[in-house]
């Protein structure tokens, strides 16, 4: 009788991982009032999909009612839908050579340009790259955006954002088997650069030690970064004078969380309305432009991004070896 119960507890956890059953998670911390008008108090954080290694980069193509995202060190991209769940949209992801290597060698960051063509972040390929398939016919077919800074190979870009028709993205050395103490590292900054559309890479900012998550404001004027260092666990907010960075500061500070919070200032998205939902110690950061924090939604695991659906009414968020939803407002 105990194996028999044991083996429909295991068929019932495997079928719930399948279909994607949901159960809640995490709860809102209001901080301001203004955060009713985001989150309803008594939303719902809805696991929608689990048993990821390291699931990253949360992308929703609106076009195809679907929801794309990394799990980095398995070196695949998964797609969540209402009437299917979880799948397998693309493997290999971030890494496509033959020689074995360790790591966290998949895709993260993922995007969509002004064409619909699927770019990623490649940490095992150390590239900014462009699936050349469609996003309705995936296949492992890949076109290098950028690649290399002044002849040097970059560490690992690691999440990214398309403006005005150029790449922004960020490159610590996450991707990298030894990280810092890699003997293939050939930049020695994290740096965060930019890509334009004719096609030369320019650096932006190289004073960050782990620059991670990255975002602009509706009306582009400022570029929001997060640092994913416990020791300055930071976002920063840089203005920008179109292509250029005029000048930066800390927007909020979540260092002394550290110690007691899982997570660090990871990936982030902005609002139409300039609300920033950014991953980070114990959760998920609500904030204002200024750093105001209105609230958070409170996480027992490391979450690593976040998506907005097209009218902003959906929260997606990678949650460790979680995919979650909140509806908002």
Known sequence: MIKKISL????GWVVACQSSEKKSIGSIERIESALDEIVSPDTEVEVIGEGFDWSEGPLWIESQKMLLFSDVPKNKVFKWTEEGGVQLYL?????T?????????GSNGLLLNDQ?????????????A??????SSPEPTFTTIANKFEGKRFSSPNDAVYHKRDYYFTDPPYGLEKQMEDPQKEISFQGVYRVSAKGGVYLLVDSLTRPNGLAFSPDGKYLVVANSDPQKARWYRYEMNDTTVVS?????????????????????????NGTIFATGPGGIFIMDLEGRLLGKIKLSDPSSNC???TDEKTLYITDDMYLLRIKMR
């Open 97 to 105: 050579s033959s020689t074995l290597r360790g790591g966290e060698m």
């Open 8 to 11: 429909l507890v295991l068929l």
């Open 91 to 95: 493997e290999p992801s971030g890494y």
């Open 307 to 309: 998506a907005l659906s």
């Open 116 to 128: 619909g063509n699927l770019v990623l972040c490649q940490h095992g390929d150390r590239r900014l």
């Open 130 to 135: 462009m699936m050349t398939a469609p996003i």
């Open 248 to 272: 930066g500061k800390v927007l909020y500070d979540a260092t002394n969380l550290t110690s007691t919070e899982t997570g660090m200032p990871d990936g982030l998205k902005i609002d139409g």
